[in-house]
């Protein structure tokens, strides 16, 4: 069974505006990272955040965790066309080991 | 550094026929996984290996499917004898253990179809 799970599954804005994505997960974690896919690729580590770390930032990406609601959210602030992309969060359980398990996704289309 | 590398990078076979897909990891990264991706299913962790033994396991939908390492360069995912169902995207991803815990670098992936 997959770990987290992203909302909203898809996503289309104007370039330049925000995109905010959110990921909820079910057990206690070592870590929460986020991926990126274009289409016909592999994922791209984009950001990892620790489970004692709230917020984070890279860029134009910004990451924060919740712990107590067992959440997360990535903001793609002043989008571009090239974000076009899917975006998984991925959670390693605090149960030892590097079993590390992606969410479903969220499409997002940047229209230029 | 190349990245990780998978082979190939598509495959079409008939049902029944073995299927071999191939990884080389990141050279100096412990830890590699194998990953399936499909519409219905999203990503699913088939199994892992750290220094070239296998972890877990536990994702490995039959006994159709096997993987080995044989060293700390190669890594190979079969399936024998494949069918329709297991077509997919097969992803290859490595990591090193260190500050960057838990980091996954993804080859591109061996789109698999099974007629």
């Known amino acids: 069974s997959q770990q987290g799970e992203e909302d909203p599954q898809a996503l289309s804005i104007q370039e330049g505006e925000n995109a905010t994505m959110n990921c909820s997960y079910k057990?206690?974690?070592?870590?929460l990272q986020w991926y990126r896919q274009n289409s016909g690729r592999g994922l791209v580590h984009l950001i990892l955040i620790r489970s004692n770390e709230r917020e984070k930032h890279s860029g134009r990406l910004r990451v924060t965790l919740d712990t107590s609601k067992k959440s997360s959210s990535l903001l793609i602030t002043a989008s571009r066309a090239a974000d076009t992309a899917s975006y998984f969060c991925a959670t390693a359980p605090n149960t030892g080991g590097f079993k590390t398990i992606f969410g479903a996704g969220t499409r997002l289309f940047v229209k230029a | 550094d190349a990245g990780v590398i998978q082979s190939p990078r598509h495959e079409v076979t008939e049902m029944g026929q073995e299927v071999t897909l191939r990884c080389k990891p990141i050279s100096g990264h412990d830890y590699l996984f194998w990953y399936r991706q499909t519409m219905m299913r999203g990503l699913e962790l088939l199994i892992y290996?750290?220094?070239?033994?296998?972890?877990?396991d536990s994702g490995m939908p039959e006994d159709r499917f096997s993987a080995k390492m044989p060293n700390a360069s190669f890594s190979t995912l079969k399936i024998q004898p494949s069918e329709p169902r297991d077509s997919a995207v097969y992803f290859c991803?490595?990591?090193?253990?260190?500050?960057?815990?838990?980091?996954?670098?993804f080859g591109n992936g061996t789109r698999l179809t099974v007629t």
């Open positions: 991803a490595s990591s090193l253990n260190g500050p960057s815990l838990g980091t996954l670098h």
């Open positions: 290996f750290n220094n070239n033994v296998p972890i877990d």
């Open positions: 057990t206690s974690i070592n870590n």
